[in-house]
């Protein structure tokens, strides 16, 4: 290759180009407006959603289009990606104006953050060498840690950016040091090259070294369980709008970009990573399922829930087959969809001081607020996998590639887990349908009420209710009418 | 293997290690946070020993680039332990638990 450079067609970086003016432009504005238009940034910034979701449809890769040397090469793969980012980056911006302002929270970097961990999250999947896929997983990461920690004025919230911080550069130093092996024994760090320059099996030691290392590094970037200590932390903590960015988009980008580096980089050394992957498959799923049983807290539950749904998408990268990889992309859009329908209903019934749901409050919820209730009700029998929902196609299509690789025991392991899983998430519909609304006792939480009226859950305003029923949508299109993104998703995988 | 690069490859091992162990046991937040910067710049001199090794520049460029990466999680890190350290006066992991498992 030599020191050729070529910027090949950088118009199909415009989306990104977009949303990255569009974070400068909203810090701009925020001096301009001297910090108190929290709702103007908000629509200036939906509007650049906008234009960048126009400018990805006009720009559409149907030809894979090679930028900077090859370094970032956009396909249909990474435009469904960088859609689906768009989409979760105006659902958190419907939701942010309002909890922002509930929470007392002040400031424009706010979504100027927002908007940079999104253009990391669209550059992800089109990275094809590692220094680029590392660059852009701390683009994503490195303005996450400042919003995990934005609303300073709760100890919980500066902790979980502080951990979320402390655990991210950690794992980025993994990925480091594993690349630099990789390169050692490779002499590249392009994911096609690494592949074809493999060194002779007797002296792989080194490149198996950086290889585990680098696992290591997608695993805590991908919540894996012996690495999964920070998520119910970091998602308690964080603002309710900025944890479903987190939980939907960051595990979107990560986990495309993980399979592309598996089976794009690594096929040939596949004996070893899907070893690997096999056992952190099955510790995920069951300690997360185990730790899930007994939380109190909703935001607490979708945390532990999410690493299990990481241990479930760990099942299509160990099969690493053509099924595999719209199976890991559906099941990830479905998981994004309902997570972040029901990130919304608590960023909508949180308390002031809490920023949080604990399931006791839910009681009587179905009483008092009928749609809201059906509406989470939805979200959990999604994420149980339950026929009708999106998840259930999900997990159909994951669990099929993982039967088609032969992976039949890891196959009866997560129907075990997803049985189980089936209490916990039920415990939440139980709480608003079933159980009394009197004795609320609320040990966990403080006394001061914060404007709900007579300490029952206050009603959902439209911005939530908004991003609910948009949410709902995407579920029951996608449980009902899967071919509709099935299609798309078969033509155009890697 | 030249013995250079031998060499620095073990001492890169050896100091990812110490960053490791300095993550991993010490409770101050700025020691923990120089563990990882230790690490880090162990990938680098990894990076540099390889360039050696297979004669190429490439190292070295890429370990520039992983040098303004780090540079850019320093300046995130410091500003999040200011702000946590301007709510309480002590800096101790074991104080920052009011999450817990």
């Known amino acids: ?494 | 293997m030249e013995s250079i690069v031998t060499y620095s490859l073990v001492l890169s091992a050896v100091l990812f290690t110490m960053g490791v162990l300095a993550v991993l046991v010490r409770r101050n937040p700025l020691i923990m946070f120089m563990g990882i910067e230790l690490m880090l710049n162990a990938a680098n001199l990894a990076f540099i020993a390889f360039a050696r090794h297979l004669d190429k520049l490439d190292g070295q460029v890429i370990a520039l680039i992983f040098m303004a990466v780090a540079a850019a999680e320093v300046a995130i890190g410091l500003a999040i332990i200011v702000s946590i350290y301007r709510f309480r006066r002590d800096v101790d992991v074991d104080a920052v638990n009011s999450l817990r498992g």
Request: proline share 4%; glycine share 8%; aromatic share 12%.
């Open chain 1, 1 to 494: 290759m030599g020191v050729s450079f070529a910027a090949g067609k950088v118009s199909a970086l415009l989306p990104m180009g977009v949303i990255v003016l569009a974070a400068l432009l909203l810090v701009l504005l925020d001096v301009l407006w001297r910090g108190r238009a929290n709702r103007r940034l908000a629509a200036m910034g939906a509007v650049a959603v906008i234009v960048a979701g126009i400018a990805q449809l006009v720009y559409f890769p149907r030809i894979p289009a090679q930028v900077f040397s090859g370094a970032l090469k956009f396909d249909g793969f990474a435009a469904i990606v960088a859609f689906a980012v768009l989409a979760i980056l105006l659902l958190t911006l419907i939701l942010s104006p309002a909890h922002v302002a509930r929470m007392g929270l002040r400031g424009g970097e706010y979504y100027a953050l927002l908007f940079l961990s999104a253009s990391g999250m669209m550059l992800l999947p089109a990275a094809r060498g590692l220094v680029s896929i590392i660059i852009c997983i701390e683009l994503v990461s490195l303005p996450l840690y400042v919003l995990a920690g934005y609303n300073r004025r709760l100890a919980f919230s500066r902790e979980a950016g502080f951990k979320y911080f402390l655990l991210g550069a950690f794992a980025s130093a993994f990925m480091i040091y594993g690349a630099a092996f990789i390169w050692g024994t490779t002499g590249t760090l392009w994911l096609s090259g690494i592949a074809e320059s493999l060194p002779s099996p007797e002296n792989r030691a080194l490149l198996l070294l950086g290889l585990g290392l680098l696992l290591v590094g997608f695993g805590f970037k991908t919540a894996l369980a012996p690495f999964h200590a920070w998520v119910p932390d970091v998602y308690e903590g964080s603002p309710t709008p900025v944890t479903a960015f987190m939980a939907a988009g960051v595990k979107l980008a990560v986990f495309a970009v993980f399979l592309r580096v598996l089976m794009e980089g690594m096929m040939p050394l596949a004996e070893f990573w899907r070893l690997g992957l096999y056992v952190l498959a099955v510790i995920t799923m069951c300690l997360g399922n185990l730790l899930a049983l007994h939380q109190m807290s909703l935001k607490r539950l979708l945390a532990y829930s999410s690493i299990t749904h990481a241990g479930y998408l760990v099942l299509g990268l160990v099969a690493a087959n053509a099924e595999a990889i719209s199976a890991v992309l559906f099941y990830l859009l479905a998981y994004g969809a309902a997570v972040i329908g029901s990130l919304a209903l608590v960023a909508a019934w949180a308390v002031r001081g809490t920023d949080d749901v604990y399931i006791s409050d839910l009681r009587g919820a179905a009483e008092r607020q009928p749609m809201a209730a059906l509406a989470l009700t939805l979200f959990m029998l999604s994420l149980i996998g339950f026929p009708i929902t999106a998840g259930f196609i999900g997990k159909v299509l994951l669990f099929y590639a993982a039967y088609k690789a032969g992976y039949i025991a890891l196959l009866i392991i997560a129907i075990i887990n997803t049985m189980v899983s089936v209490y916990y998430y039920l415990r939440v519909v139980q709480a608003m349908y079933i159980l009394p609304q009197e004795e609320r006792a609320k040990p966990a939480e403080p006394a001061k009420s914060g404007g709900d009226a007579g300490g029952a859950l206050s009603p959902v305003a439209w911005p939530y209710l908004t991003v609910v029923l948009v949410s709902a949508v995407v579920v029951l299109v996608l449980g009902l009418v899967p071919r509709s993104l099935l299609v798309w998703l078969s033509i155009y995988s890697f």
